[in-house]
C-alpha cells in the first residue's frame, strides 16, 4: 500500500507568517490528492482536492501544489483561525490513506 | 443543505455490541459512497471502509476487516457501523463521510467510550 507521510509534523508560526506543509507519497498519485483542515475539537473539513483546487468556501489564503509523490499546503498569511491540524489523503485507489497529520499553532 | 447526522455518544462495555448510525439528507444519497474514518484519542484520520447505499458494496480497510461491519438502509438513507465484541482499543471518534475520493461532508462524528 501507498504510504503518505507528512512533515513537519507540528510547527509554531507567527501571525502573517507564510506557512508550507509537505506531503510525500511512496507511489505516484498522480493530481489525487486531498488536504483536509480539522480545527481543535470540530470536524474534518475538506479543503483542497485535485492537489490545487480550492474547496468552495475555503480562504483564499491557502493553496496547493504538486503532482506525483510530493504535494504541498501553502497558508499565505496565517490567521488565529488556522489553528488545527491539516491531513493529506491520497485517493488515487483504494486504500484511501490519511498522512499522520501536522499541528499548526499561533507563536 | 447536504448533511450526515450520525447518532449520539455511547458508552459500553467490552464484550458488548454496538451499532451507531448515519443519515444524509439534502442529496439522492444511494448516488455517493459513505466512508467511515476512525479518530482515537488525540490521534489522527484512519480510514475504516466505504459502503455504497445503491447495492450495498462494501469495501474495508485490511486493517478493519473482520473487526467491524457496515450496513446501509437506503430507504432511510441511513448508514451503519456496527459491533459484536467491543473491545477498550476501539474508544474513538467515528465519522461517516460522503465519498468521491475525497471526502467531502462529513458527519458530526459519534463518540464511542469502551470502559469496564
Known amino acids: 500500500d501507498i504510504q503518505m507521510t507528512q512533515s513537519p509534523s507540528s510547527l509554531s508560526a507567527s501571525v502573517g507568517d507564510r506557512v508550507t506543509i509537505t506531503c510525500r507519497a511512496s507511489?505516484?498519485?498522480?493530481?489525487?490528492l486531498a488536504w483536509y483542515q480539522q480545527k481543535p475539537g470540530k470536524v474534518p473539513q475538506l479543503l483542497i482536492y485535485a492537489a490545487s483546487i480550492l474547496q468552495s468556501g475555503a480562504p483564499s489564503r491557502f493553496s496547493g501544489s504538486g503532482f506525483g509523490t510530493d504535494f504541498t499546503l501553502t497558508i499565505r498569511s496565517l490567521q488565529p483561525e488556522d489553528v488545527g491540524t491539516y491531513y493529506c489523503?491520497?485517493?488515487?485507489?483504494?486504500?484511501?490513506?490519511f498522512g499522520q497529520g501536522t499541528k499548526v499553532e499561533i507563536k | 443543505e447536504v448533511q450526515l447526522v450520525q447518532s449520539g455518544a455511547e458508552v459500553k462495555k467490552p464484550g458488548e455490541s454496538l451499532k451507531i448510525s448515519c443519515k444524509g439528507s439534502g442529496y439522492r444519497f444511494i448516488d455517493y459512497w459513505i466512508g467511515w474514518v476512525r479518530q482515537m484519542p488525540g490521534k489522527g484520520l484512519e480510514w475504516m471502509g466505504n459502503?455504497?447505499?445503491?447495492?450495498?458494496?462494501?469495501r474495508y480497510s485490511p486493517s478493519f476487516q473482520g473487526q467491524v461491519t457496515m450496513s446501509v438502509d437506503k430507504s432511510f438513507s441511513t448508514a451503519y457501523l456496527q459491533w459484536s465484541s467491543l473491545k477498550a482499543s476501539d474508544t474513538a471518534r467515528y465519522y461517516c463521510?460522503?465519498?468521491?475520493?475525497?471526502?467531502?461532508?462529513w458527519g458530526q462524528g459519534t463518540m464511542v467510550t469502551v470502559s469496564s
Open positions: 489523503q491520497k485517493y488515487d485507489s483504494a486504500p484511501w490513506t
Open positions: 459502503i455504497y447505499p445503491g447495492d450495498s458494496d462494501t
Open positions: 463521510a460522503r465519498h468521491l475520493g475525497t471526502f467531502d461532508i
Open positions: 507511489q505516484g498519485i498522480r493530481n489525487s
